[in-house]
């Protein structure tokens, strides 16, 4: 027979919040059984849901990657230049203020 658990014990093994179990359940990601008035889930059931969590965040950093890697697209280029230049603009506004400040200097 296979290993069983409630959305607290999966919650447990899954690591998160009971309520992020019942949201998965409610929303259709996580197959249960509502069995009075709590769910029971699958110990199978349960690997799969991390799986797909798991191919869904790969997913999402390969996406990320391609995006900030990639600058060939204007608004990606004009957002750097931008950056760049409100760095610089900061750089020279902070220098005259810090240049009178004293640094620590202790050492062990």
Excluded: H, W
């Excluded at 992020?20 to 259709?28: H, K, N």
């Excluded at 990606?76 to 200097?105: C, F, H, Y």
Aim: glycine share 4%; proline share 2%; net charge positive.
């Amino acid at each position: 027979m296979e290993e069983t658990f409630t959305c607290e014990t999966a919650a447990v093994y899954c690591k998160c919040n009971a309520q992020t179990i019942r949201d998965a359940i409610q929303s259709g990601e996580l197959r249960a059984a509502k069995i009075g008035r709590g769910y029971v889930i699958r110990r199978t059931r349960l690997d799969e849901y991390i799986s797909n969590k798991e191919e869904l965040t790969a997913q999402a950093v390969r996406n990320d990657r391609n995006q900030t890697c990639c600058l060939s697209t204007p608004m990606a280029s004009g957002i750097l230049i931008s950056k760049q230049k409100v760095e610089k603009e900061l750089d020279a506004r902070l220098k005259p203020k810090m240049k009178n400040l004293r640094r620590n200097t202790t050492t062990n």
